[in-house]
């Protein structure tokens, strides 16, 4: 599939945990999203954990591995991207989210490098959470974030 054909894309930015990334790969396929990696991953991709976790999803789903982010950046130009960070000052329910954009997460031990959000503070999201905790996983993340794009432009 081309990207004009996905309704959302989703960047897993350096992501860790096999399980997690198999999760948010069944979000992307329930969604028609496509899915992005970009290395140094913390899994090899053909490990069972990540294959258990997107279950049988995993055939289906249109995701692509790439080794650094200027890939991403130049693959997907003219798109509006989206920062996911608990640094953000934003809330995602405040984003006006359109098809086609990029959400990006970072990966689960130290998110997303702030090379990445300093200089796009506009762009940058938060998911609210209570103070007590350090951060949602990150497949949930994915899920919350994506759903909410995707309720915003398609009523399905």
């Known amino acids: ?22 999760n948010a790969g069944r979000t992307c396929t329930a969604l028609g999203a496509k899915l992005w990696l970009v290395r140094p991953l913390g899994f090899r991709i053909e490990e069972r954990h990540l294959r258990r976790a997107g ?27 989206w920062f996911f960070t608990k640094r953000a000052r934003r809330l995602y329910t405040d984003a006006e989210f359109r098809p086609g954009e990029v959400l990006v997460f970072g990966g689960e031990s130290n998110g997303l490098p702030s090379r990445l959000t300093e200089r796009r503070e506009d762009a940058c ?20 974030a994506a759903y909410e794009a995707i309720r915003q432009f398609d009523k399905r």
């Open 1 to 22: 599939m081309s990207p004009s054909t996905h309704p959302i894309h989703v960047v897993l930015y350096q992501p860790e945990i096999a399980g997690n990334t198999g």
């Open 125 to 144: 999201l938060r998911i609210p959470m209570a103070s007590e905790a350090r951060s949602l996983n990150l497949s949930v993340s994915v899920a919350v």
């Open 55 to 81: 279950m049988d999803y995993w055939q289906h789903l249109d995701w692509e591995a790439v080794d650094e982010w200027a890939e991403i950046e130049n693959r997907l130009a003219g798109r509006r991207f």
